[in-house]
C-alpha cells in the first residue's frame, strides 16, 4: 500500500480556517475514491511539547493500492476540486519527491495522471 501527502495552499494571508475546511472538502471527495484511505496528517510534537500528535491544516496523506484507475480517479478529483474551490493548489508529495497541480484545467487531466504516475513510481521501476 503506498501512501502520499497532499498539502492544499489556498489564497489569502493565513486564514486557516478557510485552509481547514478547504482541505477537509478535498479530503471529502477523496473518500468517494473506493480503496483509499484518507487522514489529516499527524506528527509527533515539537521537542519540549506535549505528549500525542500534532494535526497539520492543509495536509492530507492519502493511503491505497494506487492502480492505473484509481490515478486517473484521484487525478479527476485534483482537477475538479481545484476548478471549483478557489484553491490556487496542491503539492503531492512521497519523500523528498513532489508534483505540484495548479489551477489544472479538464484539459490536463492525462498530464496530472502521468505526473503523480512519476511521483509514485519506485525508484527501480522501468518507467
Excluded: F
Excluded at 489529516?40 to 506535549?50: C, F, I, N, S, V
Excluded at 523528498?96 to 521501476?125: C, F, T
Amino acid at each position: 500500500m503506498r501512501s502520499v501527502r497532499m498539502d492544499v495552499v489556498v489564497d489569502g494571508p493565513g486564514d486557516a480556517r478557510r485552509q481547514d475546511e478547504s482541505t477537509r472538502q478535498l479530503a471529502r471527495d477523496l473518500r468517494q475514491v473506493g480503496g483509499l484511505s484518507v487522514t489529516p496528517l499527524e506528527t509527533a510534537p515539537a521537542a519540549g511539547g506535549k505528549s500525542g500528535t500534532v494535526q497539520h491544516i492543509g495536509a492530507l496523506v492519502v493511503s491505497g493500492v494506487l492502480s492505473a484507475a484509481g490515478l486517473k480517479a484521484i487525478s479527476d478529483v485534483i482537477v475538479a476540486y481545484l476548478a471549483r474551490s478557489g484553491a490556487r493548489q496542491i503539492t503531492l508529495r512521497d519523500g523528498d519527491r513532489e508534483v505540484i497541480v495548479s489551477g489544472a484545467a479538464a484539459a490536463d487531466v492525462a498530464e496530472v495522471v502521468r505526473n503523480i504516475d512519476k511521483l509514485l513510481a519506485r525508484p527501480d521501476d522501468d518507467r
